[in-house]
């Protein structure tokens, strides 16, 4: 009965990482530019990793001694002291390459949300095929780097 | 307060936890590193208030539990901008005063920042933090205030 109830909560803690995880690579594609990317990496490394985790650490401490689940947040403390530097670090390299980011208003963010559409819903206005649109954030970022 | 048998403490805490071999030589070989690392930290003098923050464990305690309700809220936000059918943001790069006094505090507060999805602390100036937001929402809210004046409370008066 306890067993079954541990078996539940590990399946539910890992799903939902699972989830944040999925959902964090999506965004890292459907997201328009750079600094936007940034958030749904860091859904990655905060619940997904996080999450994961915490299922990781029930399924030791009802299964084993405990000892794997003290080094379990050991490494969540870990990342979330390391990767918040990380995100800094691309947030400044992104500023000191010349990549202005995408603001209210931006010509650049309307045609990547016009083309963010799963469904085409975009496709008539721009007039353009929304694979098209959607790459065409990352080949400006690119240009203006070159610059 | 001298800080490096504390330091030792903890690193040999560490070893242990993560060896959890209590024969001798494996004790003898978590002794001898953790001098030697006590030791070099030591000679480079950078053993302080900044890099060993005991005086803040206790309220660290307190700030990390409403951290992490605060990542996760942050998390469903903007699993919802990115799961949405179209995707709507209206990013945006804003200033503001944080009230924190010291570097450390800032470090925390810009750490924070950053670790809740939606947020970004993309430089700080002395006390002017510049922070990406995904949303407005994220930035103009209450929750920036609340942050801020919990890593400020966290620093503590002593500076």
Redesign the interface.
Same mark, same amino acid.
């Given at each position: 009965m306890m067993g079954d109830i541990v078996t539940v909560v590990v399946w539910l803690l890992l799903l939902s990482g699972g989830f944040f995880m999925v959902t964090g690579s999506l965004g890292m594609v459907r997201l328009p530019d750079v600094f936007t990317r940034m958030h749904a990496a860091g859904m990655v490394d905060t619940m997904g990793a996080g999450l994961t985790l915490a299922g990781l650490c029930v399924y030791s401490l009802h299964d084993g001694t405990g000892l794997v689940a003290v080094r379990l947040v050991l490494v969540l403390g870990f990342l979330w002291f390391t990767s918040p530097i990380a995100t800094h670090a691309v947030a400044k390299a992104a500023l000191s390459g010349g990549t202005t980011p995408y603001t209210v208003g931006d010509a650049r963010l309307r045609a990547g949300q016009a083309g963010a559409g799963p469904d085409g819903a975009g496709e008539g206005r721009t007039g353009a095929a929304p694979d098209s649109t959607r790459k065409a954030p990352a080949e400006d970022e690119r240009g203006r780097g070159d610059r | 307060m001298n800080r490096a048998p504390w330091l030792w403490a903890i690193l040999f805490a560490?070893w242990l !936890?993560?060896s959890?071999h209590f024969t001798p030589l494996f004790l003898f070989f978590g002794v001898v590193t953790c001098s030697i690392a006590v030791l070099v930290v030591t000679r480079m003098g950078i053993l302080d208030r900044e890099s060993l923050p005991l005086h803040l464990a206790w309220r660290a305690a307190a700030y990390v539990p409403w951290l $992490?309700w605060e990542?996760?809220k942050s @998390?469903v936000r903007?699993?919802r901008?990115?799961?949405s059918?179209?995707?709507? $943001?209206?990013?945006?790069?804003v200033h503001f005063q944080a009230s924190q006094r010291t570097d450390l505090g800032r470090f925390i507060y810009? @750490?924070s920042i %950053?670790? *809740?999805?939606?947020? !970004? %602390? *993309?430089?700080i100036v002395g006390d002017d933090f510049e922070v990406?937001a995904?949303v407005?929402e994220e930035i103009d809210g209450s929750e920036e205030n609340t942050m801020n004046r919990r890593v400020a409370r966290l620093e503590g008066e002593a500076g």
């Amino acid at each position: 009965m306890m067993g079954d109830i541990v078996t539940v909560v590990v399946w539910l803690l890992l799903l939902s990482g699972g989830f944040f995880m999925v959902t964090g690579s999506l965004g890292m594609v459907r997201l328009p530019d750079v600094f936007t990317r940034m958030h749904a990496a860091g859904m990655v490394d905060t619940m997904g990793a996080g999450l994961t985790l915490a299922g990781l650490c029930v399924y030791s401490l009802h299964d084993g001694t405990g000892l794997v689940a003290v080094r379990l947040v050991l490494v969540l403390g870990f990342l979330w002291f390391t990767s918040p530097i990380a995100t800094h670090a691309v947030a400044k390299a992104a500023l000191s390459g010349g990549t202005t980011p995408y603001t209210v208003g931006d010509a650049r963010l309307r045609a990547g949300q016009a083309g963010a559409g799963p469904d085409g819903a975009g496709e008539g206005r721009t007039g353009a095929a929304p694979d098209s649109t959607r790459k065409a954030p990352a080949e400006d970022e690119r240009g203006r780097g070159d610059r | 307060m001298n800080r490096a048998p504390w330091l030792w403490a903890i690193l040999f805490a560490l070893w242990l !936890v993560l060896s959890w071999h209590f024969t001798p030589l494996f004790l003898f070989f978590g002794v001898v590193t953790c001098s030697i690392a006590v030791l070099v930290v030591t000679r480079m003098g950078i053993l302080d208030r900044e890099s060993l923050p005991l005086h803040l464990a206790w309220r660290a305690a307190a700030y990390v539990p409403w951290l $992490v309700w605060e990542i996760f809220k942050s @998390n469903v936000r903007v699993a919802r901008i990115i799961l949405s059918p179209r995707i709507r $943001v209206d990013p945006s790069i804003v200033h503001f005063q944080a009230s924190q006094r010291t570097d450390l505090g800032r470090f925390i507060y810009a @750490n924070s920042i %950053t670790l *809740t999805p939606g947020t !970004v %602390t *993309t430089g700080i100036v002395g006390d002017d933090f510049e922070v990406h937001a995904i949303v407005q929402e994220e930035i103009d809210g209450s929750e920036e205030n609340t942050m801020n004046r919990r890593v400020a409370r966290l620093e503590g008066e002593a500076g």
